[in-house]
């Protein structure tokens, strides 16, 4: 079961949006499935992804997409889907309440297209694009009945493979994703996350060991106060308040 809107505060936010704030305070998830989903091997699922933390929220700095084209077996396949090296995962993915414009797939989506069982049921032939970050749109919203289907290319992971990653990053991954960081998360998290990762020969093992003591130490709840004006999310649940709902654990364990 999937939900596709989060409710703070009564306000209800759900399908893309260009940016959010995280740890905003009680959560309600409510109880109707949105997504069903059919695949070949378990994975998680996405919808949209963000590059920039703000230290209150996530936002993308690209929010352009790209039309994709269709071949002769009416899938669209996504540009450099023929380099993509991993396992394919086949997914269907069945709408049941309405969803703005996202397509869920796992990992890497490469190639989709709507069933035939989609376009009878709702009489839409819906033409998907993607995004900078390698996620499925629709220009429009989506109604029950829509059906994916999705294949993606799954990354490797057992962790010998991921173990011998090299941890020399590129200059984009520098300057997109540690040298933005905020100044508070930095001084706040950096002894914790050294104390935590020490010992750890290799980015894995450090990631390993930072989601082990946020399993640890935190408490998941959907009733958590919001995070104080002024306050770094990602520090503050780490440090003082240490519980939250999945927007503050994704976000600590990110940052």
Request: negative net charge; contains cysteine.
């Amino acid at each position: 079961v999937y939900v596709t809107q989060v409710v703070y505060d009564g306000k209800c936010y759900g399908g893309v949006l260009n940016s959010f704030y995280v740890g905003q305070g009680p959560v309600f998830l409510p109880a109707t499935p949105a997504l069903k989903v059919q695949a070949d091997y378990p994975a998680l699922w996405r919808g949209v992804a963000y590059d920039y933390y703000s230290g209150r929220g996530w936002s993308r700095e690209v929010t352009t997409t790209i039309e994709l084209e269709r071949d002769a077996d009416g899938w669209f396949v996504v540009v450099g889907a023929e380099r993509a090296v991993g396992e394919r995962n086949r997914q269907v993915v069945t709408i049941l309440s309405n969803e703005p414009r996202a397509i869920y797939g796992a990992a890497r989506p490469v190639m989709v297209r709507m069933t035939e069982q989609g376009r009878r049921q709702t009489r839409m032939d819906y033409i998907p694009t993607v995004d900078a970050y390698g996620t499925l749109l629709t220009s429009f919203t989506q109604t029950p009945g829509v059906q994916w289907e999705v294949i993606s290319v799954m990354p490797p992971d057992d962790p010998a493979t991921l173990r011998a990653t090299s941890p020399d990053y590129s200059e984009h991954i520098v300057r997109h994703y540690i040298e933005q960081m905020e100044l508070q998360a930095q001084v706040e998290l950096g002894p914790i996350v050294a104390e935590v990762t020490a010992g750890a020969q290799t980015p894995y093992d450090k990631a390993a060991a930072i989601r082990a003591f946020l399993g640890s130490t935190c408490l998941y709840t959907t009733r958590a106060p919001a995070v104080p004006r002024g306050e770094d999310a990602a520090a503050y649940f780490v440090t003082s308040e240490r519980r939250g709902a999945c927007d503050l654990f994704a976000t600590s364990m990110a940052v």
